[in-house]
């Protein structure tokens, strides 16, 4: 037997995973943003005719929509991590010439083949890696998970007056 919560709340993890606000998916499936709400509160399910569209709006196949155990263990553990990297300062981290950051940048620079080279910072946090290259006259491309450290590294590049190629709040797994 279905449990409409259950696929309700399938429905909102996947839905969240996507980046998508209730609203946007309800316009690309071309239904209310009620009809939305009504689904992820276990109210009722999705019509037939809309599952195909919807597996692909949410990037997962029907049978995940309703078989969501493995999936939603991934993305609440996801969320897991994310909450855990909102709760910390990691803008302060690095912001010393610490040990770990000088050696990593000795590392890093030993890759370098060109010096206009572009260079995702995925999983960049505030961004000192990325600062840090884009002074050296690299194209940069800071990605990471959590929007307080975009809106830090933002900040920052406003304040400090960096150029960086594009600063996004994404998930490696799922990069724009």
């Known amino acids: 037997m279905l449990e409409l919560m259950k ?8 839905r969240k995973a996507k980046g ?7 316009e690309i499936l071309q239904v209310s943003p009620q009809a939305i709400s009504k689904w992820e509160n276990g109210k009722c399910l999705p019509e037939t005719m809309l599952l195909p569209a919807l597996a692909k709006a949410l990037d997962c196949n029907i049978d995940t929509l309703f078989m969501p155990k493995d ?3 991934r993305i609440e553990e996801n969320d897991k991590v994310i909450n855990f990297y909102e709760t910390i300062n990691e803008s302060v981290r690095l912001e010393k010439q610490t040990l770990e950051f000088t050696r990593s940048k000795i590392i890093i620079s030993r890759y370098f083949f060109s010096d206009d080279m572009e260079i995702a910072d995925i999983g960049g946090g505030t961004g000192p890696y990325s600062f840090w290259l884009a002074k ?3 194209k940069v491309h800071l990605l990471d998970v959590t929007q307080k450290h975009i809106e ?3 900040q920052k590049i406003k304040t ?7 600063c996004v709040c994404a998930d490696a797994r799922n990069l724009p």
């Open 136 to 138: 050296q006259g690299h």
């Open 152 to 154: 830090i590294a933002r």
């Open 7 to 14: 696929i309700g709340r399938q429905i909102a993890l996947l």
């Open 20 to 26: 998508l606000t209730g609203e946007k998916l309800a």
């Open 71 to 73: 999936e939603i263990c």
């Open 160 to 166: 400090d007056n960096i150029s960086l190629s594009s």
